[in-house]
Structures are given as C-alpha cells and as structure tokens.
C-alpha cells in the first residue's frame, strides 16, 4: 500500500449495526446524526438474519431499506456506502440452540458476536447500536490507537454500580478483529452465550471473553443525561427511582416521550430530516 492509498484508508471510518427491519427509524436518526458531524467517507456494514419461524416480526433487514440508509451517507459524502451482509445461514446454523434466544432483548444482539467470522469486515470498525444520537464527530473514538486492544469500550451506567465497576456496556463497541481473531474470544463468547442463561448475553459474554480492553470516558457512550462533551448518545434502559422504581426504555425514534418524558430537545434538526426521510420513502 502506497502513501496515497494510507492516506485514503485513513479517512474512512468503518461502523457496524446489526438490526432487523423493524429497527430503520433508529437507523436513520443514527446516520442523520452521525453524518452532521462527520465529513470522512463511511463505510457503514449492516448485518442482518432472517428469524421469522421464530417471531414475525423478526424479519430481516432489506436491500431497500440499505438503499434508503446508503442515499444518506452518500447525501454528505458521495464516497460513503452501506454495506447489507445477511448472515442468516452462519447464525442458525450455530446460534438457534442458544440458552439467550428467547430474552428480553431479541436475538438480534447476539449477531454483533459473529463479526470475527465475516471476511468482509476490515479489522477495524466502530459497532453501534442504533438508539443513538451523535453530536459531535465519531472520528475522535474511531481514532484511538487499538493495536494492544482487541475492544474499547465505555463502562455500563447501571452495571457499574449493581454488578461490577467495570462492567462494559456494548451499545458502542470499537473493534480490532485480527487481534479478536488471534485471541478466538468471540469464539468463546458465543460458546458462552450457547450454553449459560444470562439477563445480558451478549454484553456479558464480551466482557468475560475479551480480556484485553480499554475503557472509554462516558462521552463516547453516555447513557444518562447528555453533557456539554458528549459525542455519542445512547438512549439505553435506564431505571426511574422516582415516584416509584421502574426500567424505562426510550428511544430517539419516540418523538413524543423524548420530549415530554425525557424533555430532550436539542436533536429536533435530526428529527426534521428524519421525517423528511420517511416520507420521501414511505417508511
């Protein structure tokens, strides 16, 4: 590889979503947002499997709806592309007699846990869960020297305190899959999440089977209130204490919660664009 072409390489950023087709309005607030603050070409990777005998509604994601994210991308730069990867036959054939296929979260997490095994991905890519919000540019995470890590990531906001003060959470999961590879701890956490019931399978079994970690500031995944460094939002369970204990689960995409709930109103040029998307394409 020549100077130019390393120079080219360095201005790509490589991000990773793993969804089915219920999940384009996260989707689409996700990129609307990440393409604000982020000029270098994207290469976003959407991996996706085809569950329907299991629940209707887990259909996959379809090369349509990654037409609709791709003419986003392309919309601030017309080098950016999505990538759809259908990884159905790779999962059942491993994954379907998984302790953790019928959770409270849908199979669907537990995809990000084959990227060791997808030749297309380049060794280095940012995963995102797409209940998030980006307000400034992605590229200072995605810059971060990973070559003794095999993940970076962000401490859980509840698992911190309830679990252990390390616990990571995998909603934004910066990744180096040759040392992944090396060190086959992919490979032992899905044998993990085959075998052992757990309330957070997939971000568990990274936990426990990724040893060499780094451990990010909250601004790169801050599950609580957005702060003045806040790079990336992400709307994960959180628990309300007050009047009474409960689990809440808003997302970008429940306009109406964010606002009256929440009282978020500082993505509301992302909101726009986004239903401009969705009626444009009548999604």
């Not at 003794?148 to 509840?158: L, N, Q, T």
């Not at 957005?226 to 429940?254: A, C, G, Q, Y």
Request: hydrophobic fraction near 35%.
């Amino acid at each position: 590889m020549n100077k130019s072409e390393e120079g080219e390489k360095l201005k790509m950023i490589n991000l990773m979503f793993c969804l089915n087709g219920k999940f384009m309005d996260g989707i689409i607030i996700s990129l609307l947002s990440i393409t604000k603050h982020t000029d270098e070409q994207l290469n976003v990777y959407i991996l996706t499997v085809d569950l329907r005998d299991l629940d209707e509604s887990y259909t996959p994601f379809t090369p349509k709806q990654a037409e609709i994210a791709d003419k986003i991308v392309k919309a601030k730069n017309p080098k950016s592309q999505v990538i759809l990867i259908d990884i159905t036959d790779m999962f059942r054939k491993e994954m379907m007699k998984s302790a953790n296929m019928k959770t409270h979260y849908t199979p669907y997490i537990l995809i990000r846990l084959f990227s060791d095994k997808i030749k297309e991905l380049p060794s280095k890519i940012l995963y995102l869960d797409c209940d998030i919000v980006c307000y400034k540019d992605i590229k200072e995470i995605y810059e971060t020297d990973m070559s003794d890590y095999e993940v970076g990531v962000a401490r859980d906001a509840i698992g911190r305190y309830f679990i252990n003060r390390k616990y990571m959470n995998s909603g934004v999961v910066l990744m180096n899959l040759d040392e992944i590879r090396k060190n086959n701890s992919f490979e032992k956490a899905r044998e993990m999440v085959l075998k052992r019931p757990m309330a957070m399978p997939d971000q568990t079994a990274i936990y426990k089977c990724c040893k060499k970690k780094i451990y990010f500031p909250d601004k790169y995944n801050e599950q609580k209130k957005r702060k003045e460094d806040t790079i990336i939002r992400h709307f994960s369970m959180t628990i309300k204490w007050l009047p009474f204990f409960r689990f809440v689960n808003i997302k970008p995409w429940h306009i109406d919660r964010v606002h009256n709930e929440y009282k978020i109103f500082d993505y509301e040029d992302i909101i726009e664009e986004y239903k401009k998307v969705k009626e444009e394409n009548k999604v």
